[in-house]
């Protein structure tokens, strides 16, 4: 096996995983035509799902700089075990969403998809789009105006009976209307699970329309959350933070600890299906305390293996003021001999704005103990630049609607620069969040941003996958991920 990494870890070029997730989808879909055409509907089930994907992806992972043929050798077997044990098993029982083939190409729908973990189908006949409602699973169903017939809408009711299924309309239902499609707008309106997003759609309101769709088939009771937790079934994936030095590399640095829930029945679950009846059935507080304790535990187990990551926890509103909740968490930390100083707690702008507020001291008590702490979601409005009066935050980090407007308006560029030369005057490190493209990446130059994290540098992964890309590199500073 090629040496885990001993010195400070590598630098990752902006873009590098996620332009490496995106050929690797592609050579998937080259490879399954291939087979298709060889096997028909005979093809091999390890090319089904998003397994074939992830198995390219690691091994693309390990491939990604040149290195000895012994090493490649080695490198090779660990992308063929990854794949056996499951890169990420959770996405292969993924929830289904199916959508024309007409907007194959959207990247709106990809960017969901990959968001959401759905695994997507796409039909291009009446035909296809039956078989692929048949069966009991749950699924998203995605139409246009185009797919909106009688056909349609008869296949959609016969698998009322046996399954559970969302409808998203890509389509304006006065335009439907107006297309003497009277009747079949009024047949849908009798769906339950219907959501209209326009044809227009962008990626935050097929988002938001996907979630609803899904919360509403995820029926979630506190039994089995709890149950979810004794089991082990919620799982934590982990994010990489990239970090500026002093040569102006990009270095990873630290880990945002995310939770998910491996459902044994609906896949992976992201926390917006799940905390909100966290949050009514009181169990943010053991949720919260799990996953400080595995972040701990993850930290340990990289460090024994030469990688030394910070951890960033979001730190739910409801537990601040929980006024043991500092001295909870150092003792977790401490009893799996870390610093505080190694862990950063997120705290949501909005829980701040009374500077009076009783969590402000919970807040206090964390770095007093060490710990640090990041003010999450900036958004450069005047509460948010009230908050720097009373509370001294050791981060900032500024929210991607803020980076969009940036991007379009030269004033709000001018004002986030200036936000950022003001939070360094405090002592304040500025991280953005949601930088998905080059645009992003070259903004944050302008504008002297330290950190930044998201799809252009990674999505969250499982730990082996970052053991996996850093062991794989030779042990230098300068190497690139």
């Known amino acids: 096996m090629p040496p885990a990494l001993k010195t400070p870890l590598p630098s990752v070029r902006a873009g590098g995983w996620w332009r490496m997730w995106c050929d690797s989808s592609r050579r998937a879909c080259e490879l399954r035509a291939h087979y298709r055409g060889r096997y028909g509907a005979r093809q091999p089930k390890t090319l089904s799902g998003m397994g074939l994907v992830q198995w390219l992806f690691c091994r693309n992972l390990m491939g990604f700089r040149p290195i000895s043929p012994s090493a490649t050798q080695n490198t090779y077997g660990m992308a063929v075990s990854a794949y056996k044990e499951g890169v990420d098993r959770t996405l292969l029982n993924a929830m289904l969403l199916i959508a024309s083939d007409t907007i194959r190409a959207n990247r709106a729908l990809m960017d969901v998809v990959r968001e959401m973990s759905f695994t997507l189908s796409f039909f291009a006949s009446a035909a296809k789009f039956a078989e692929l409602m048949r069966g009991q699973s749950r699924r998203v169903v995605l139409l246009t105006e185009a797919d909106v017939t009688a056909e349609a809408l008869r296949t959609l009711d016969g698998a009322r009976d046996r399954s559970m299924f969302g409808i998203i309309i890509a389509a304006d239902r006065a335009s439907l209307r107006s297309s003497r499609q009277s009747e079949l707008v009024d047949k849908l309106a009798g769906f339950d699970n219907l959501e209209w997003v326009g044809q227009d759609f962008d990626f935050d309101r097929l988002s938001a329309s996907a979630r609803r769709c899904r919360r509403r088939m995820l029926r979630v009771s506190r039994q089995e959350l709890e149950s979810a937790l004794e089991n082990g079934e919620i799982v934590l994936r982990y994010q990489p933070k990239v970090e ?216 969250a992964v499982i730990p082996n996958i970052i053991r996996r890309v850093y062991s794989s590199k030779e042990p230098t500073p300068n190497s690139a991920a």
């Open 244 to 459: 500026r030095n002093a040569g102006k590399e990009w270095l990873t640095h630290e880990a945002e600890a995310l939770i998910r829930w491996h459902h044994p029945e609906h896949g992976l679950i992201g926390p917006l299906e799940f905390l909100p009846e966290a949050e009514a059935f009181g169990l943010m507080g053991k949720l919260s305390e799990f996953v400080v304790r595995e972040a701990a535990k993850q930290q340990v187990a990289w460090r024994n293996q030469g990688i030394v990551l910070d951890s960033c926890i979001n730190l739910a509103s409801s537990q601040l003021n929980n006024p043991d909740l500092a001295s909870t968490y150092r003792d977790i930390v401490k009893a799996a001999g870390l610093e505080c100083a190694s862990f950063t707690f997120e705290v949501i702008e909005q829980d701040l704005a009374d500077p009076t507020a009783p969590h402000l001291a919970t807040i206090k008590s964390l770095r007093n103990h060490g710990f640090r702490i990041c003010l999450d979601d900036f958004r450069v409005a005047a509460a948010s630049l009230g908050t720097f009066e009373h509370l001294p935050f050791d981060e900032i980090k500024i929210h991607a609607s803020a980076l969009k407007r940036a991007q379009q308006d030269p004033v709000c560029m001018a004002v986030l620069a200036a936000v950022t030369g003001l939070a360094h005057s405090l002592g304040m490190s500025v991280c953005a969040e949601g930088v998905e493209d080059q645009a992003t990446f070259e903004l944050l130059k302008t504008i002297q941003c330290d950190k930044m994290q998201g799809f252009l540098i990674s999505e």
